[in-house]
Nanobody, 118 residues
Framework: QVQLVESGGGLVQPGGSLRLSCAASGSIASIFSIYTMGWYRQAPGKQRELVAVITSDGSTNYADSVKDRFTISRDNAKKMVFLQMNSLKPEDTAVYLC?????????WGQGTQVTVSS
């Protein structure tokens, strides 16, 4: 059994910051370091979209809409991946989901709500 549990979402004003965390447990935990980990988001009425990914060697990739504002990182020892979100905008409002991917395995968390509003 694999679990990815997100935390850190909430309500924040435009221009504010949040740090999302994703903790991995179960069978993924023992080989966490080889998984490509990512953050996706889904806003109401919209398709799920990639926010950021980080590979096993630490390479990162970001959606154009979040470049220079968001930073993805991972702590393999703690089996966790993080998303630091700065300069948040109302259009960043969505459910943010953690993803772990390796070969034919593809795991998702339940998501954490981020709402950017004044």
């Amino acid at each position: 059994q694999v679990q990815l549990v997100e935390s850190g979402g909430g309500l924040v004003q435009p221009g504010g910051s949040l740090r999302l965390s994703c903790a991995a447990s179960g069978s993924i935990a023992s080989i966490f370091s080889i998984y490509t980990m990512g953050w996706y988001r889904q806003a109401p009425g919209k398709q799920r979209e990639l926010v950021a990914v980080i590979t096993s060697d630490g390479s990162t990739n970001y959606a154009d809409s979040v470049k220079d504002r968001f930073t993805i990182s991972r702590d393999n020892a703690k089996k966790m991946v993080f998303l630091q979100m700065n300069s948040l905008k109302p259009e960043d409002t969505a459910v943010y989901l953690c993803n772990g991917r390796w070969v034919g395995f593809d795991y998702w968390g339940q998501g954490t709500q981020v709402t950017v509003s004044s």
